[in-house]
């Protein structure tokens, strides 16, 4: 029997455009301010009524993420029926094409976004903050992942401003296709840069003042991310010679780094470029929309 979804929710990689680390606190994790971008590039979650909770992995990427318990959309699910004394199940499908443990926060958009089509497909009265509420509990970068719109995220990554959109800009990613461990990253922090950025509430005119803006921030999980993986330094070499790339960085704690171009057009001849060069990378060129588009979409 062929069962369609009847909902599906996109779940938008997220890129730290910039990440600034301050003091490690009592509870071990660390202060943040970063300002966070959603691409075009994504997951999906389809989603289906059922009696039970069911996660299937498709995909591209799917292979590197094999279902198990901890899988952070079933702990998703299992955590929001809980707090809601939901009796209802959800079969799930997870279309997964952002690389694992790579700094675009696949995990917390693909738990995100269950709990955001869950939400919908179990009509739970929930709102912004509800669901913030129960997103901190899955991870520090869910809860940002909840909004999927420009945000400026402080304190472990639970505290979160929402930002007029961005003008719209390309970013090619490139993955050296090593898995890196975020607890480790930070575990090998030395220097940062500390909390002083002031959040960018006014809106930037342009793609050149977004770039202004973050040539004055950095990104301090880099320099210990390639301490545990050097070959982020080629990545990020390699890109700062694309012509036309604005602005070279990491995102979160690595490996995938980014080069921002203002269009599409001089971003597509760069990662043919790049690709031909380096076809041992996993490279990907997209928009960052203007507007969110994770909303769910559900048939009646
Ligand atoms: O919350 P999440 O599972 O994404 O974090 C993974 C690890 O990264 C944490 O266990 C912690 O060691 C580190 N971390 C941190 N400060 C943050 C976010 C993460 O030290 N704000």
């Avoid at 369609?4 to 660390?30: E, P, T, W």
Wanted: hydrophobic content about 45%; charged content about 20%; aromatic content about 6%.
């Amino acid at each position: 029997m062929i069962v369609a979804d009847r909902g599906f929710v996109l779940a938008q990689a997220k890129i730290n455009l910039c990440l600034h680390v301050g003091a490690k606190r009592s509870d071990g994790y660390h202060d943040l301010e970063s300002l966070v971008a959603f691409t075009a590039f994504a997951d999906g979650v389809g989603l289906a009524d059922d009696d039970v909770l069911s996660l299937t992995v498709i995909g591209p990427r799917s292979a590197d993420l094999p279902v198990s318990e901890n899988n952070l959309v079933l702990r998703a699910a299992r955590l929001l029926a809980e707090e809601r004394g939901v009796k209802a199940g959800a079969r799930m499908t997870l279309h997964k094409h952002i690389p694992v443990a790579s700094g675009m926060g696949g995990g917390s958009a693909d738990a995100a976004a269950a709990l955001r089509g869950l939400a919908r497909l179990w009509n739970l009265d929930l709102y912004g903050q509800d669901l913030q509420e129960i997103a901190v509990k899955l991870g520090a970068d869910v809860p940002v992942c909840v909004e999927s719109s420009p945000a400026w995220m402080e304190g472990r990554g639970e505290r979160i401003t929402r930002l007029p959109p961005l003008p719209q800009f390309w970013l090619l990613l490139v993955n050296p296709r090593i898995p890196v461990s975020t607890a480790e990253v930070f575990a090998k922090l030395e220097a940062r840069r500390g909390l002083r950025l002031a959040c960018p509430l006014a809106p930037f005119d342009d793609v050149r003042s977004l770039v202004y803006f973050l040539q004055s921030t950095t990104n301090d999980l880099e320099a210990p991310a390639r301490s545990l993986a050097p070959v982020i330094g080629d990545v990020l070499s390699e890109l700062s010679r694309l012509p036309g790339a604005l602005l070279t960085r990491m995102s979160g704690s690595g490996a995938t780094c980014f080069a921002l171009f203002d269009s599409e057009r001089e971003l597509r001849p760069a990662e043919a470029m790049l690709a031909e060069r380096r076809s041992d990378w996993w490279i990907a060129g997209t928009p960052v929309p203007e507007h969110p588009t994770g909303t769910p979409v559900f048939v009646q």
